[in-house]
C-alpha cells in the first residue's frame, strides 16, 4: 500500500532482460516493495546506490515501464508503514492502465494538465476525487469524455517526473480503489435484491 506522495525521483540505470536497476537513495531490503512510476514492485537486490526489481510480461504490457532506458526519471516510493500518516489518497500500485496527457496550461505557478484516459478508468474519476497518475495522488478538477484535468502544485512539479510532462506523454493511471469496491458492492446488491 502507498500514499501517492513520491518520495524522490530515481533514475533508470538499466533494464535488461525484465531486471530493471534504478538508482536511489532509498533504503529498502530485498522483498520491500516499492512504488516505480506507481507500478509496485519487489526489491530484488540492491546496494547503497540502487535498487533493482524484475519487471514480468505482464507488468510491461500493462504499464509504461517496457518503455524505460537508461537515464529514465521515475517516481519512488516505498510501501507505507504501520504508523505512517497517510497523506495522500490509498494507492495499490496496480495500475488500471496507461493514459497520455493532453495538455498543459499553466496557472499562476502551477499547471492544470488534462489525461486522456481509457473509458474503463474514466468511469472511477469523480470530481474531486483521486486518481494516480505515475505513482503520484492527485485530485481530479475537471472530467470530459475523454479524460479528466488535475492542477499541479509548484511542489508536485518540482519533485516528481510529472514537472517535465509534454503533450503525448503515456503515464500509468490507477483509479481510486474505493470506487471499484462501490461498484462492486452496488452490483451484488442488485443481482441479489435490495433487502433493506
Same mark, same amino acid.
Given at each position: 500500500?502507498?500514499?501517492?506522495?513520491?518520495?524522490?525521483?530515481?533514475?533508470?540505470?538499466?533494464?535488461?532482460?525484465?531486471?530493471?536497476?534504478?538508482?536511489?537513495?532509498?533504503?529498502?531490503?530485498?522483498?520491500?516493495?516499492?512504488?516505480?512510476?506507481?507500478?509496485?514492485?519487489?526489491?530484488?537486490? =540492491? /546496494?547503497?546506490?540502487?535498487?533493482? %526489481? &524484475? *519487471?514480468? @510480461?505482464?507488468? #510491461?504490457?500493462?504499464?509504461?515501464?517496457?518503455?524505460?532506458?537508461?537515464?529514465?526519471?521515475?517516481?519512488?516510493?516505498?510501501?507505507?508503514?504501520?504508523?505512517?500518516?497517510?497523506?495522500?489518497?490509498?494507492?495499490?500500485?496496480?495500475?488500471?492502465?496507461?493514459?497520455?496527457?493532453?495538455?498543459?496550461?499553466?496557472? =499562476? /505557478?502551477?499547471?492544470?494538465?488534462? %489525461? &486522456? *484516459?481509457? @473509458?474503463?478508468? #474514466?468511469?472511477?474519476?469523480?470530481?474531486?476525487?483521486?486518481?494516480?497518475?505515475?505513482?503520484?495522488?492527485?485530485?481530479?478538477?475537471?472530467?470530459?469524455?475523454?479524460?479528466?484535468?488535475?492542477?499541479?502544485?509548484?511542489?508536485?512539479?518540482?519533485?516528481?517526473?510529472?514537472?517535465?510532462?509534454?503533450?503525448?506523454?503515456?503515464?500509468?493511471?490507477?483509479?481510486?480503489?474505493? *470506487?471499484?469496491?462501490?461498484?462492486?458492492?452496488?452490483?451484488?446488491?442488485?443481482?441479489?435484491?435490495?433487502?433493506?
Amino acid at each position: 500500500m502507498f500514499t501517492g506522495l513520491v518520495r524522490e525521483v530515481g533514475t533508470v540505470v538499466s533494464f535488461d532482460d525484465g531486471r530493471l536497476r534504478v538508482e536511489s537513495s532509498l533504503v529498502a531490503a530485498v522483498g520491500d516493495s516499492v512504488s516505480i512510476a506507481g507500478v509496485c514492485l519487489t526489491v530484488v537486490d =540492491g /546496494d547503497r546506490k540502487t535498487l533493482a %526489481f &524484475d *519487471a514480468v @510480461p505482464e507488468t #510491461l504490457a500493462r504499464t509504461t515501464l517496457g518503455r524505460l532506458a537508461p537515464g529514465s526519471s521515475v517516481n519512488l516510493e516505498p510501501a507505507l508503514r504501520a504508523g505512517e500518516a497517510l497523506g495522500g489518497h490509498y494507492v495499490q500500485g496496480h495500475v488500471d492502465g496507461v493514459g497520455t496527457a493532453r495538455s498543459l496550461e499553466p496557472e =499562476g /505557478d502551477s499547471r492544470r494538465v488534462w %489525461f &486522456d *484516459a481509457p @473509458p474503463d478508468i #474514466l468511469r472511477y474519476c469523480v470530481e474531486k476525487g483521486s486518481v494516480a497518475v505515475d505513482g503520484v495522488s492527485l485530485t481530479v478538477a475537471e472530467i470530459d469524455d475523454e479524460g479528466f484535468a488535475a492542477a499541479l502544485v509548484p511542489h508536485t512539479l518540482a519533485v516528481t517526473t510529472l514537472g517535465s510532462l509534454v503533450p503525448g506523454d503515456e503515464v500509468n493511471l490507477e483509479a481510486d480503489v474505493l *470506487a471499484k469496491y462501490v461498484e462492486r458492492l452496488a452490483g451484488l446488491r442488485s443481482l441479489h435484491g435490495d433487502n433493506g
